[in-house]
């Protein structure tokens, strides 16, 4: 969406500790493809702090309800979305963007207090205090396009700007090959999103519904 | 001061590339002269992107002028206590921590944007919508008890509450030994300090004024 929108591409990947390592080859992968200028993986070693399932501590929930779920579950990450985006806006200011995109979501989700858009709201005002080109009267936006989409919107969106399934990963819990497990929530949502969406996910192949 | 207040304390150091390395090993010595109950240091590579004399990218500057200047220095780091709070954020969130403390000044320093009030203030209120913690009521604040205080203030204070600034390190450029450099505006500011207090700084020998 970024690129459609006519900006030039710097892609930031953090290895953070997580288990699912195999989502840093698919991001080097999509960055590839979709022609980012550059990419760059940051190490982060959030495991060290522990408290969640994302980093070896605690269990992954497999084939739970995707609705009506209240709590914020074991996978969440403390703070890991303010980390991504406070390096995101180091490395933005080192190269002068313009602008932050992430790709959270607060629909089809996992019910994280950091993909919410008060949240990403109150990190925008923080980055424009926060840095040079902040006082300097050149603010970075913070942007999360897919913010209020479903998966299904998003899988369609995505199917439109040519991007190729085949290289993307969502599973919290892959096996040793890399291969998707089917049944933690990333994996459920995707596999939902993909139905509703009428389209084939090239991962796992399902078929069309 | 934290100590004073009661807290129990985690102290929390970055290394995040910095050539001024000696800093790590004084932050070890002050936790446990402090008595913290533990001290983690975390790696994160913002040498990666660059951008700062700190981290090997420019020029540190020396012997200048410690007033009138305007401009932010090329010591700036880009979006550093951006990244450093966030990364005290997730540890905090871990141990279920009340408060951060960060020792920033906005007084007698550098000129670095994420040093002012307004910035902590912001961040204080993204760590309330960020976290779990701040979800469920219990959102931390974020103190930096230092903000308002000359460095002669702070000299007085430190070693009115016993703190042995033999163990500390404020050098931007030490040498090989970790002795500091006596140039740099971080050793300048210090060196100010101590005289204005009327206090011998024992790492550099200074004589009383």
């Known amino acids: 969406m970024a690129r459609a929108e006519g900006f030039e591409l710097f892609a930031l990947t953090v290895r953070y500790g997580q288990i699912h390592r195999r989502e840093v080859e698919a991001a080097v992968a999509v960055a590839r493809a979709i022609g980012a200028t550059q990419h760059t993986a940051v190490d982060v070693d959030l495991a060290s702090f522990g408290g969640s399932a994302l980093i070896g501590d ?85 942007r999360a396009p897919l913010l209020r989409m479903s998966k299904a919107e998003i899988v369609r969106l995505g199917a439109g700007l040519g991007l190729d399934y085949g290289l993307t990963h969502s599973c919290y819990d892959p096996d040793t090959d890399g291969r998707p ?15 509703e969406a009428g389209i084939q996910d090239p991962l796992t192949g399902a078929p069309r519904t």
Chains 1, 2 share one sequence.
């Open 58 to 142: 605690g269990v992954i929930p497999k084939d739970r309800p995707l609705e009506g779920v209240g709590a914020i579950p074991s996978t969440y990450v403390p703070a890991r979305n303010t980390v991504f985006l406070s390096l995101a806006l180091a490395w933005a200011e080192v190269v002068g963007a313009e602008a932050i995109f992430i790709g959270v979501n607060a629909v089809d989700y996992s019910g994280y207090p950091d993909c919410r858009p008060e949240f990403l709201e109150a990190f925008e005002r923080l980055a424009s205090l926060a840095t040079r080109a902040g006082v300097e009267g050149r603010p970075l936006s913070v």
């Open 181 to 195: 497990c089917g049944r933690c929530d990333s994996c459920r949502l995707r596999a939902r999103g993909f139905e």
